[in-house]
């Protein structure tokens, strides 16, 4: 690892005053950049840890809204909402081990927006509201890509604010290595429609699955799904793991499934 | 170098560390606690697991610095206060829970964790809070049933010695 400051401000304005340093790089939980920090593939000469910023931190339901603070870890978010959201619990509980839920945060995962990464199909498919120090954004507008997002510089996202749906699923087909995401399906059905977005699959990070998402919004059933043909494997990841027809395949697969299981 | 202060198995301490320290490294190389053992440094395997504020960490995959003012416990603070084996590390040896070893201080304190969220856990309970913990040995069985039996549960129908 090359080497670098690391600072740990107390609230929201101190870390942006921090951030605003020339090859400043905001520190979440570290489970991603860390790594990648030994890897020599970042070279930030300040580290921010945004761990020591309690507004940040925590987890409350309010009018079919959950709010989670972007830097809230995933073990919490996954007994906080065990009643409130099961399928979001479920999702926070299963990435990566207990350890690494110990410390990765949900601020974290979604300002990487790693393509596999299981956040992300949460807030697309509950169409969150990502809250900056600056703005609120929507998750149809916030991903843009494989490790890309609306984010400017120096921007954190301080909490997400998820509407809490009729019925949900998380359905995660897990590369056993990794334990992230070689497909997952994030179903969620609201009183004006049903969404459905696909992690693990796209080289252009996770997106909607538009014509599950009409099929199911008329006809909520498996049969809904069955009858349509999987969205095209071209454009989807191709690796040692699965080519990308077969993750295409998966994302139907696993959408049969998520309608099944949805409650 | 900026100062860091922790509490490290009931015990304060300080010491000057880089911004590129991992708490690991300031656990093995400066407290002297080789304990923690250091596997994969990818946050893979699980060896150089600890408790940071009661709840499990890989020390590989923080920052010394993020540590500042936590409590922290590793395998050396697992033992009674008398020197004697704590019920987990006795279960280990009693049920032949490790052969060469190496990932055992974080089996241990893995399965410490699981204990206090989780005080009577099914065998695919252990199992799956296990994923972050390799052992390249046992196969597992063994080290599943040592924390089964901490957990003062039944394990003769599980798996064989």
């Given at each position: 690892?090359?080497?670098?400051?690391?600072?740990?401000?107390?609230?929201?304005?101190?870390?942006?005053?921090?951030?605003?340093?020339?090859?400043a790089?905001?520190?979440?939980?570290?489970?991603?950049?860390?790594?990648?920090?030994?890897?020599?593939?970042?070279?930030?000469?300040?580290?921010?840890?945004?761990?020591?910023?309690?507004?940040?931190?925590?987890?409350?339901?309010?009018?079919?809204?959950?709010?989670?603070?972007?830097?809230?870890?995933?073990?919490?978010?996954?007994?906080?909402?065990?009643?409130?959201?099961?399928?979001?619990a479920?999702?926070?509980?299963?990435?990566?081990?207990?350890?690494v839920?110990?410390?990765?945060?949900?601020?974290?995962?979604?300002?990487?927006?790693?393509?596999?990464?299981?956040?992300?199909?949460?807030?697309?498919?509950?169409?969150?509201?990502?809250?900056?120090?600056?703005?609120?954004?929507?998750?149809?507008?916030?991903?843009?890509?494989?490790?890309?997002?609306?984010?400017?510089?120096?921007?954190?996202?301080?909490?997400v604010?998820?509407?809490?749906?009729?019925?949900?699923a998380?359905?995660?087909?897990?590369?056993?290595?990794?334990?992230?995401?070689l497909?997952?399906?994030?179903?969620?059905?609201?009183?004006?429609?049903?969404?459905?977005?696909?992690?693990?699959?796209?080289?252009?990070?996770?997106?909607?699955?538009?014509?599950?998402?009409?099929?199911?919004?008329?006809?909520?059933?498996?049969?809904?799904?069955?009858?349509?043909?999987?969205?095209?494997?071209?454009?989807?990841?191709?690796?040692?793991?699965?080519?990308?027809d077969?993750?295409?395949?998966?994302?139907?697969?696993?959408?049969?499934?998520?309608?099944?299981?949805?409650? | 170098?900026?100062?860091?202060?922790?509490?490290?198995?009931?015990k304060?301490?300080?010491?000057?560390?880089?911004?590129?320290?991992?708490?690991?490294?300031?656990?093995?190389?400066?407290?002297?606690?080789?304990?923690?053992?250091?596997?994969?440094?990818?946050?893979?395997?699980?060896?150089?697991?600890i408790?940071?504020?009661?709840?499990?960490?890989?020390?590989?995959?923080?920052?010394?610095?993020?540590?500042?003012?936590?409590?922290?416990?590793?395998?050396?603070?697992?033992?009674?206060?008398?020197?004697?084996?704590?019920?987990?590390?006795?279960?280990?040896?009693?049920?032949?829970?490790?052969?060469?070893?190496?990932?055992?201080?974080?089996?241990?304190?893995?399965?410490?964790?699981?204990?206090?969220?989780?005080?009577?856990?099914?065998?695919?309970?252990?199992?799956?809070?296990?994923?972050?913990?390799?052992?390249?040995c046992?196969?597992?069985?063994?080290?599943?049933?040592?924390?089964?039996?901490?957990?003062?549960?039944?394990?003769?129908?599980?798996?064989?010695?």
């Open positions: 690892m090359y080497n670098f400051d690391v600072v740990r401000p107390t609230s929201v304005d101190e870390a942006l005053s921090a951030l605003s340093q020339e090859d790089q905001a520190l979440g939980g570290g489970q991603t950049l860390i790594p990648t920090l030994k890897q020599r593939l970042a070279m930030p000469t300040t580290l921010v840890s945004l761990s020591g910023i309690d507004s940040m931190k925590g987890v409350s339901v309010d009018g079919g809204v959950i709010t989670v603070g972007g830097a809230t870890p995933h073990a919490v978010v996954a007994g906080e909402v065990a009643d409130a959201f099961p399928a979001l479920h999702l926070a509980g299963n990435i990566g081990d207990p350890a839920r110990n410390r990765g945060t949900i601020g974290g995962s979604l300002a990487n927006n790693d393509p596999s990464a299981c956040y992300p199909s949460a807030a697309l498919a509950t169409g969150a509201t990502i809250v900056t120090n600056a703005r609120e954004i929507a998750a149809d507008d916030y991903f843009q890509g494989m490790f890309t997002t609306a984010l400017d510089e120096g921007e954190i996202i301080t909490s604010k998820l509407p809490v749906p009729e019925k949900a998380y359905i995660k087909f897990e590369q056993p290595a990794s334990r992230f995401s497909v997952g399906i994030f179903l969620a059905k609201y009183a004006d429609g049903v969404r459905v977005a696909v992690t693990g699959a796209s080289n252009n990070g996770v997106f909607r699955w538009a014509e599950a998402e009409a099929a199911l919004s008329a006809d909520f059933s498996v049969a809904a799904v069955e009858g349509l043909s999987a969205p095209s494997g071209d454009d989807m990841i191709s690796d040692l793991h699965g080519s990308g077969y993750r295409a395949h998966l994302v139907k697969a696993l959408t049969k499934k998520a309608v099944a299981q949805a409650s | 170098m900026s100062k860091v202060s922790m509490t490290v198995n009931g304060a301490v300080s010491g000057d560390v880089k911004g590129n320290t991992l708490l690991v490294e300031f656990l093995r190389e400066d407290l002297r606690l080789t304990g923690t053992h250091v596997g994969c440094d990818t946050s893979q395997c699980g060896a150089c697991t408790h940071v504020n009661g709840k499990s960490a890989k020390a590989c995959t923080m920052f010394a610095a993020e540590a500042d003012g936590a409590d922290i416990t590793t395998v050396e603070g697992m033992a009674n206060a008398d020197g004697s084996l704590s019920v987990i590390q006795q279960a280990f040896q009693d049920h032949h829970g490790l052969q060469c070893g190496f990932c055992t201080p974080g089996m241990v304190m893995t399965a410490a964790a699981l204990l206090k969220e989780n005080p009577k856990p099914t065998e695919a309970e252990v199992r799956h809070y296990l994923e972050g913990n390799i052992c390249r046992t196969g597992y069985h063994n080290i599943v049933k040592a924390i089964m039996a901490a957990s003062g549960q039944d394990v003769s129908a599980i798996a064989a010695e």
